[in-house]
């Protein structure tokens, strides 16, 4: 759309140039003060794009770590419901790291957070006959806590990944830059100038509204969400415990 506004600038530009006299003016003083807008709008994009990225890795690496902390919390749970626990958390981080290979409300994504609720629900109901077993050991209730906040963590990943920028911004980005640049091209065709800035100025604000957009696809693009933290949390997962169940006697 950029590059085509361009040209139809360019072309337009050309077929009026004999108006110079009685264009220039106009059309330099409307491009300059669209040039400023649309530096405005594209800057404003930009920042939207990148708040969202960075809190989208920051909920990511949160989840990897109170899933962690879960994890071993879990390992000093009484049996069976220990190694019950363990096994659903691996199973979860699996569940979690599907998420980064699916857009963000997508069918796939769907069915696999539901399937992270189940989980959950799972869990926490081993919690709750952990802490019936043993209701003033120490264990249970620090699990119980990391458990919540695991459950926590996703809720906020979640949101994070579907929190994009709206696409009225996106559009009037597009539509902006299209007719600013058109008008770039049509005024310097009238005066008489070249138009290798123009476009070279049309490709870079392609450029710049391809990687905003990119940004806020969190899970498509050559820019993705890196989930190597909750990959490394899931190969610790396939080691043994550190932590063994405690004796009889110490329940």
């Not at 139809?8 to 009685?22: F, K, T, Y």
């Not at 962690?68 to 981080?93: C, K």
């Amino acid at each position: 759309m950029i590059l085509g506004a361009t040209a139809l600038g360019a072309l337009l530009g050309r077929r009026v140039r004999h108006l110079s006299e009685s264009l220039s003016e106009p059309f330099g003083v409307l491009q300059g003060a669209l040039l400023g807008v649309v530096g405005l709008i594209l800057a404003f994009g930009l920042s939207l794009s990148l708040s969202r990225y960075e809190d989208r890795r920051a909920a990511i690496v949160d989840e990897a770590n109170t899933i962690g902390t879960t994890y071993l919390r879990a390992q000093t749970l009484a049996e069976p419901i220990r190694s019950r626990s363990l096994q659903l958390l691996v199973a979860y981080t699996e569940s979690a790291i599907r998420i980064s290979e699916y857009a963000p409300g997508s069918t796939t994504e769907l069915a696999v957070t539901a399937n992270e609720d189940r989980l959950q629900r799972r869990l926490w109901a081993l919690a709750g006959k952990a802490l019936d077993a043993e209701p003033i050991a120490s264990a249970p209730r620090l699990y119980v806590e990391t458990l919540n906040d695991m459950i926590d963590a996703q809720t906020v990943r979640i949101a994070a990944l579907n929190n994009q920028v709206p696409v009225a911004v996106l559009l009037l980005e597009v539509l902006g830059a299209s007719i600013a640049l058109g008008l770039l091209s049509a005024y310097l065709a009238v005066v008489g100038r070249g138009l290798a800035g123009v476009l070279l100025a049309s490709v870079l604000v392609a450029a710049l509204l391809f990687v905003t957009s990119d940004l806020d696809r969190p899970t498509r693009g050559p820019i993705e969400i890196p989930d190597k933290v909750l990959k490394q949390q899931y190969a610790s997962m396939q080691l043994l415990p550190a932590a063994t169940a405690p004796p009889p006697a110490a329940r």
